[in-house]
Nanobody, 114 residues
Framework: QVQLVESGGGLVQPGGSLRLSCAAS????????MGWYRQAPGKQRELVAVITSGGSINYVDSVKGRFTISRDNAKNTVYLRMNSLTPEDTAVYYCYAQTTLTYWGQGTQVTVSS
């Protein structure tokens, strides 16, 4: 199994920045990819960013140029740096890890509001 612990959400003004962290533990050698989904009120969960074990990265179009996903293999941690935040980025952000199964973090609230 894989355990994921997220941190870094909060309240930020439009145009501001946040960095989310997701620390993995357990059977980390089995992880093929890690990333972030988000779910806004009344909307479906959407994939925001993913980084594979081979280093491939993909983003949803709405965050390209503003968000950056990265990883620190020594810390078994994936980060999501979010810049130029807008109210449309307000959501609960969930870290996930993909093995033969999908594991989820507890979710962290990001609120962009003045």
């Amino acid at each position: 199994q894989v355990q994921l612990v997220e941190s870094g959400g909060g309240l930020v003004q439009p145009g501001g920045s946040l960095r989310l962290s997701c620390a993995a533990s357990g059977m980390i050698f089995s992880i093929n990819a890690m990333g972030w989904y988000r779910q806004a009120p009344g909307k479906q969960r959407e994939l925001v960013a993913v980084i594979t074990s081979g280093g491939s990265i993909n983003y949803v179009d709405s965050v390209k140029g503003r968000f950056t996903i990265s990883r620190d293999n020594a810390k078994n941690t994936v980060y999501l740096r979010m810049n130029s935040l807008t109210p449309e980025d307000t959501a609960v952000y969930y870290c996930y890890a993909q093995t033969t199964l999908t594991y989820w973090g507890q979710g962290t609230q990001v609120t962009v509001s003045s």
